[in-house]
């Protein structure tokens, strides 16, 4: 059976697989193949499993009794349990950028705002998962994950109908020290303010999604988004303004090079 541990990057998966290894006791898998832990420490405090070949685990897991629980950012292909990681997609999107430049992408703000290749963009990943609908489905926020640990391992495990074993018992400051790619801030309000520069942008994109899971007011969402948009169509005012000058300035030039032309001509006749 499997249990798939679902997000968009950056929303507190690694975390989750985490709280699973320590509170249930149970190892983890990823379908991607960048979470081949290099550290063995690393990959023990996750509880992270390598398997060689993910296709046949998945084969094998499905035809199973017992529980593998499998990482995924990708869109869902089954109607399979799955545990959906939620991030406010401000903090998801911004730490999920400085993820790629530690990596050494090169991916701007913007792009990732709009939607990334194979994986799309905040609000897309939970239209695709649709965790407030989805049945066999758990919602675990990010947040909770952070502020009341123990409350969420006691979630998974009764969604999981597995026996909570243990507790979580590590800091942030452990987790960073060992992996700071991996655990590189875990503030929410700083990542946040972090995409302030973009909030129009972003809210034109995601506000629904924002307000229907509460991390955004419809207010603030309205405000951002005129504001955004007002600019876009002075910006749009501006470059017509340029193109009729261009056009402008080439007329322009063409009537002088004739009359150049008849200049030299007449001249040159005398």
């Not at 109607?79 to 903090?91: F, N, S, T, V």
């Not at 926020?141 to 969420?152: D, F, G, H, I, Q």
């Not at 020290?177 to 655990?183: C, D, L, Q, S, V």
């Not at 876009?232 to 005012?237: I, V």
Request: proline content about 3%; charged content about 20%.
């Amino acid at each position: 059976m499997i249990i798939w541990l679902a997000s968009y990057p950056r929303s507190g998966n690694t975390l989750a697989r985490l709280l699973i290894n320590k509170g249930l006791g149970q190892k983890t898998y990823s379908i991607h193949e960048g979470d081949n832990y290099t550290q063995a420490n690393v990959a023990e405090i996750i509880g992270h499993e390598h398997s060689e070949n993910i296709k046949n685990l998945i084969q094998k897991a499905r035809t199973s009794e017992e529980i593998f629980f499998i990482k995924t950012h990708y869109a869902p292909e089954t109607h399979e349990p799955a545990i959906y990681l939620l991030r406010d997609g401000r903090a998801a999107t911004v730490s999920y950028l400085h993820f790629c430049h530690d990596l050494g992408l090169a991916i701007s703000m913007e792009q990732l705002i709009d939607g990334v290749s194979g994986i799309g963009s905040w609000s897309s990943h939970i239209a695709a998962w649709r965790p407030l609908e989805r049945r066999n489905t758990l919602l675990l926020r990010y947040e909770e994950m952070v502020n009341t640990p123990t409350k969420a391992i006691e979630s998974i495990s009764k969604f999981s109908k597995l026996p909570v074993s243990g507790k979580y018992d590590v800091s942030f400051a452990e987790l960073q020290a060992m992996a700071p790619t991996i655990f590189r801030v875990g503030d929410d309000r700083k990542n946040s303010n972090e995409m302030e520069p973009y909030i129009g942008r972003f809210f034109t994109r995601h506000g629904a999604a924002m307000v229907g899971m509460k991390y955004a007011t419809m207010s603030e969402v309205i405000a951002s988004s005129s504001h955004y948009i007002s600019s876009l169509q002075e910006s749009e005012n501006t470059l017509s303004k340029l193109s009729e000058l261009k056009e402008t300035l080439t007329m322009m030039e063409g009537n002088s090079q004739v009359r150049y032309e008849n200049l030299y001509n007449i001249v040159h006749k005398l």
